[in-house]
């Protein structure tokens, strides 16, 4: 089993950034895929970045590409989430989740056996 706790979120205005952080604890970290995912209220949770054990494949969903970076420290069981030129319709609960079963888990909810709490992210027009 692996721990996932998210942090970083909060109150940003547009354009504005923020950076999350996904510390994992538990099983060996290097050995599992980590995908972030959102949801906004009313709304399926989402895609929004995947990144492979090795940190040598990445995918983002079409509405954060050149805006949000995902990458990881092996080191430190930690992956992050760059988020840059922030819009409102960003705004969610964002969260972590983790897959021992292959090397990259991709968009779908899923693949994906571990998840965080969540941190919630807004974004003020």
């Known amino acids: 089993q692996v721990r996932l706790e998210e942090s970083g979120g909060g109150l940003v205005q547009t354009g504005g950034s923020l950076r999350l952080s996904c510390a994992a604890s538990g099983r060996t970290f290097s050995n599992y895929a980590m995908g972030w995912f959102r949801q906004a209220p009313g709304k399926e949770r989402e895609f929004v970045a995947a990144i492979s054990w090795s940190g040598g494949s990445t995918g983002y969903a079409d509405s954060v590409k050149g805006r949000f970076t995902i990458s990881r420290d092996n080191a430190k069981n930690a992956v992050y989430l760059q988020m840059n030129s922030l819009k409102p319709e960003d705004t969610a609960v964002y969260y972590c989740?983790?897959?021992?079963?292959?090397?990259?888990?991709?968009?779908?909810?899923?693949?994906?056996?571990?998840w965080g709490q969540g941190t919630q992210v807004t974004v003020s027009s």
């Open positions: 989740a983790a897959d021992s079963r292959t090397y990259y888990a991709g968009k779908s909810p899923t693949n994906y056996e571990h």
